[in-house]
């Protein structure tokens, strides 16, 4: 099993930056890629961006140069830095953590709301 716990959503405006963290404990020798999904109200759940073991990153086109994802592999824990962000932008933040066996692991979702 691991547990992940997700810091630093909160309310922010048009243009704004906001940093999540997710710290992953339990049996994290069996984490691989790391990454966050969000999720709006009506909507499905989307990736973000996601971070390999050895540091490769994947954006979502609508996030491409404004977020920035990174990992602390001694501590287990993944960012995403959020910068000019956007009224689109606003949605529940979930960090996942995905093991060697492709299964995923989910946090409990952080609100991020962009007021315009």
């Known amino acids: 099993q691991v547990q992940l716990v997700e810091s630093g959503g909160g309310l922010v405006q048009d243009g704004g930056s906001l940093r999540l963290s997710c710290a992953a404990s339990g049996s994290i020798f069996s984490i691989n890629d790391m990454g966050w999904y969000r999720q709006a109200p009506g909507k499905q759940r989307d990736l973000v961006a996601a971070i390999t073991s050895d540091g490769s990153t994947n954006y979502a086109d609508s996030v491409k140069g404004r977020f920035t994802i990174s990992r602390d592999n001694a501590k287990i824990t993944v960012y995403l830095q959020m910068n000019s962000l956007k009224s689109e932008d606003t949605a529940v933040y979930y960090c996942?953590?995905?093991?060697?066996?492709?299964?995923?692991?989910w946090g409990q979702g952080t609100q991020v709301t962009v007021s315009s």
């Open positions: 996942f953590a995905q093991t060697l066996t492709a299964f995923h692991y």
